[in-house]
């Protein structure tokens, strides 16, 4: 694969920084105008004529990078593939015939996808896992019950235990640890959704390797709810106002962030 036509837009260009030469914030404001960069964050779930895009070769590696990391999940398990890292997805391509070796041109894919600078498309934040094999700490992870996820011991759990008794029944904890394999796998199949709009797929979820549920954020939302948890919607209900009230809305992406992500009043701020 050619890496330099990797995030060539069609009548697109890309905006480049010397490393290090301004902060996130300051890039942000900088390399987009204020009004346009709002509009982008408000109108995440649109296409926007600057927006990053695959190429139609890009996008068949896409879909069967996709459609392999979904047997992945179908093999361990949705809990489980949380924890998974990149190594042991492939291990299990190899592994399991129902999910089939990964090829070379998908992992020069998925290596291309976590080592671009996700600023080029619009992300502008942190970046939690440095490499592409590396592992969330497992041991120090533990299952929460009746959810099906798992949260990091210390902070994370002891800050869900006092969600969870206070505000009783009502609320659940909805995406806790996200290793390198779920968090590739959502944001690339929000890419295929967008018909590999990579712009778009990033306002609504931090690339690979950026995601914050690698260190100790996690989602809550109001039981009952379903995918109404995971818009702004969830800002109205009683759940969140609880939350504001015992100070536990420290959001990671409030409204109109210097990120480039879209609101989200359902992700709790750990780290």
């Given at each position: 694969m050619d890496k330099r036509q990797f995030l060539k837009t069609a009548g697109g260009i890309l905006i480049t920084a010397a490393a290090g030469s301004v902060s996130t914030s300051a890039y942000a404001l900088i390399c987009r105008p204020e009004d346009s960069y709002i509009d982008k964050v408000r109108n995440f779930d649109a296409n926007h004529v600057d927006d990053i895009r695959l190429s139609p070769d890009q996008m068949v590696i896409l879909k069967s990078v996709v459609t392999r990391l979904r047997r992945v999940r179908g093999i361990v398990g949705h809990g489980n593939f949380s924890l998974l890292c990149f190594d042991d997805t492939l291990r299990i391509g190899r592994n399991y015939s129902k999910v089939g070796r990964f090829s070379k041109k998908e992992i020069d894919f998925l290596e291309d996808v976590f080592y671009r600078d996700a600023a080029r498309y619009g992300f502008y934040g942190q970046k939690v896992l440095n490499g592409l094999t590396d592992r969330v700490p497992n041991r120090n992870s533990t299952k929460v019950r009746r959810t099906?996820?798992?949260?990091?011991?210390?902070?994370?759990?002891?800050?869900?235990?006092?969600?969870?008794?206070?505000?009783?029944?009502?609320?659940?904890?909805?995406?806790?640890?996200?290793?390198?394999?779920?968090?590739?796998?959502?944001?690339?199949?929000?890419?295929?959704?967008?018909?590999?709009?990579?712009s778009r797929a990033s306002r609504s979820l931090a690339p690979p390797g950026y995601s914050f549920h690698a260190a100790g954020d996690f989602d809550v939302g109001k039981r009952g709810w379903g995918a109404r948890n995971f818009s702004a919607d969830f800002a109205n209900t009683d759940v969140y106002a609880k939350l504001v009230d015992l100070g536990y809305a420290r959001l990671r992406y409030p409204q109109d962030n210097l990120l480039g992500v879209r609101y989200e009043p359902w992700h709790i701020k750990v780290v």
């Open positions: 099906g996820q798992f949260l990091f011991k210390g902070t994370p759990l002891v800050t869900y235990k006092q969600i969870s008794d206070r505000l009783g029944k009502d609320v659940v904890l909805t995406s806790g640890v996200r290793g390198m394999a779920k968090q590739m796998y959502l944001f690339l199949a929000k890419a295929l959704r967008t018909k590999g709009n990579l």
